[in-house]
């Protein structure tokens, strides 16, 4: 967890809604999502490392097997650990089968989700699915409110469903600044000429197109290797 830097928000509200659960208070399924490389994925894989012991486990399942989510919930029903359903880089085709299954299973269909499961699910979508310019011409003012069209409200049915929104935007230069540094000092580089690691860091993010934690890291693994 102190690896994933400039993510405090992000880092207290998963962690207080992950307790809550294995303590066996009401909590909510969490859908992650924003830019790329911001920490998504890595911050359910440190929740795992900081919560084991106290009989938090991990299922990591594809998009495409989210159809089999009935048996996978009979399987683990009656186990005495805690359990997260961990969707990693979640989108759909709204025809795409695993689309339905994830939808009933966070509905709560007639068999409902077990006590013992939440699920976490990362995006770069906010509502998991795509959206068009056509579908936002089906929105209308009435009475001074704004009404979307059905195909709008199908695709934030989905997304809706999840309790728990943690949005992760691209960071900003003084956060990826910080990202590099703390990278450096961990893969133990001593002596650093900031100046120097800062120009090149940003060269480095520009030729990358992206400011993100990943991008932070890549450069730190490649100016620790080449010293």
């Not at 540094?181 to 961990?186: D, E, F, I, K, M």
């Not at 650093?192 to 730190?220: K, M, N, P, V, Y």
Request: aromatic content about 8%; hydrophobic content about 35%; charged content about 30%.
């Amino acid at each position: 967890m102190d690896d994933l830097v400039c993510l405090e928000r992000q880092k207290e509200e998963i962690t207080r809604n992950t307790r809550q659960f294995l303590s066996g208070k009401s909590a909510n399924n969490v859908l992650l999502w924003g830019s790329r490389g911001t920490g998504k994925s890595s911050l359910i894989k440190a929740m795992l490392s900081e919560l084991r012991s106290q009989g938090l486990r991990l299922i990591e399942v594809d998009k495409d097997d989210l159809i089999d989510l009935p048996d996978i919930l009979e399987q683990i029903r009656y186990r005495p650990e805690h359990f997260v359903l961990f969707c990693d880089d979640l989108s759909f085709e709204a025809s795409e089968s695993g689309y339905k299954a994830l939808k009933a299973a966070l509905d709560g269909s007639l068999s409902a989700m077990p006590e013992n499961l939440l699920i976490y699910a990362t995006s770069n979508r906010r509502h998991l699915l795509p959206e068009f310019q056509r579908e936002n011409r089906e929105t209308r003012v009435v009475d001074g409110e704004i009404h979307h069209g059905e195909s709008i409200e199908e695709k934030i049915s989905l997304s809706d469903r999840f309790g728990l929104w943690l949005s992760f935007h691209p960071f900003t230069q003084a956060q990826y600044l910080a990202t590099v540094h703390h990278w450096l000092r961990r893969l133990g580089v001593s002596t650093i000429d900031h100046e120097e690691i800062d120009r090149a860091a940003l060269q480095w993010a520009l030729r990358r197109g992206s400011r993100s934690g990943r991008t932070g890291w890549q450069f730190a693994r490649d100016w620790a290797g080449r010293q």
